[in-house]
């Protein structure tokens, strides 16, 4: 055995002797550089814990409320949320695991150590919130009947890490996160059955052990909130009920589906909409969705050898995302989907057909499912009507848009705002605007291939109407500017945002103060 695996089996064999550990860091008192979001939090806990402490004890009592949390950067996110909660009075509880990673083997004595430096980090918030290290909890016997959500959720993990579609369970990280699921929710149960809180807060919710402390606090009874953060600055989106990758709009979308917008509203989405479009970042839009700037339909049309013959889109998504991993409807997932509607169009010469595979690509992990390779495979040679934009093609997907006569995506937002612009979309994956009343939406394969031989013969007869096409913009409007709620301290932006809202005056906010009252579990208001 080598000299450095002799130490670590030495030290994951140490690390589960009790207080071992623990007796090592009192004595040495090494504590290794906080990373970036740990760093950049520690001296505004030590300003503001205290201080919420004080406006704790002055606040009328309430809701308990207990946040999960792991990873450096959550950890952060999370310690300071709790501050924001705890100072309005909440009883605010953290949980935390000391992983680093979800993808390295077992190191108890690591873990117990960074248990440790976490406890140190979080000692000037304990005061205002009680911070629980998860790695100490004991453990509650997981039921048989968890085994199936553990086993999805440990599926799905392997996906996200992987970027790989239907990652099988041979993947040696499969059983490394079943293991660590399993782990977690005999953790999880036993702290939420012991404090019994009146809200779970969770990031993200659908993957890791976020989605194990969701589905645990499901099973529980116990009610969730779970965030997570896009591309625009001082929002986060907010999810009660189900996982917020799931971007359930449905409570959003009965309060507003009945009020036509107002000019003003029309205005800014036609504003936001010509910025995103031409590759520019707008308001607090951080993100320019396009790479390049447009071209022109008829110059695109020009490079890319088309004629005169009915366009028709195709808008891919990059896999690994929490927006299509577990989204499919009636195909066995995004690549399934994909090669199925090109063999169809290989064989109907009567109309073109344009892939968009997503720019995102580009920064595909190695080994992740892409879907050029998927086209690749099913086409060595590609049929004449048929082009691929690759993801660094320097082709703004918008001069595509105003190409066609029909779209098909499967959870890509470009379908929106192709609907936004007349076009009938055939949504085949489970996305949030999808049975909203202006998109096309299939639940088997035989309805599906039913609408894509009407789009190859008579695409005109799918075009939606005025009244679906206001539908479609008056959704927008709101999933843009209405569904992310103001929140102060983005993930992203997090050094540069501790600084722009220090802690009292958000809460004097009241824009802020009614997210944070969402996040204590009263319901969302959306009108």
Known sequence: ????????????????VPGLVELDWHIRRRRPPLRRHLGAAEPYLAQWGPWAAEQARRAPRGRNIAIFAMLSPWLAQTSVLGLALAALGHRVSLGYLPYQDWWQPDDPWGWR??????????EPAAPALQPVPLLNEPR??????????????????????RQRESAAETDPLYPLRLARNRAAAGALAHWLRRTRPDVLIVPNGAILEFGVAYEVAHRLGIPTVTYEFEYQREHAWLSQGLPVMELDTTDLWQAVSQKPLTPQQLARLQEMMTARRGGRTWETHARAWQNVGRAGPQAVRRRLGLDDRPLLLIATNVFGDSVTIGHQVFT?????????????FARRPDVQVVVR??????????????????????????????????PEADVNSYDLVAMAQVGLVYTTT???????????VI???????????FTL???????????????????????PSPERVELARRYAYHFFFTYPRPYPWHIIFWQEDLQRWPLPQVLEEARFRETFAGFAGEPLRWV
Do not use: C
Request: net charge positive; hydrophobic share 40%.
């Open 332 to 344: 066995r997932g995004m690549g399934d989907w994909l090669t199925e509607t090109l063999r169809f």
């Open 427 to 437: 949504v085949a994956g489970r996305v949030h605007y999808r049975g909203r009343g």
């Open 140 to 161: 509650d016997p997981v039921p048989q009947h968890w085994e199936t959500f553990l086993a999805r959720l440990s599926a799905y993990d392997v996906e996200y890490t």
């Open 414 to 424: 470009l379908g929106l705002e192709m609907a936004m612009d007349g076009l009938p």
């Open 357 to 390: 595979i997503h720019p995102g690509e580009a920064k595909l992990a190695a080994g992740g499912t892409s879907m050029l390779a998927v086209i690749s495979q099913t086409f060595p040679r590609l049929p004449e009507n048929i082009r691929v934009v690759p």
């Open 441 to 463: 939406d299939p639940d088997s394969w035989e309805a599906y291939f039913r609408l894509l031989e009407q789009a190859a013969a008579q695409p005109s007869t799918l075009r």
């Open 113 to 122: 150590k960074w248990s440790l430096h976490l406890r140190a980090f979080l």
């Open 1 to 16: 055995m080598r000299p450095e695996h002799a130490r670590q089996t030495l030290k994951t064999w140490l690390g589960r």
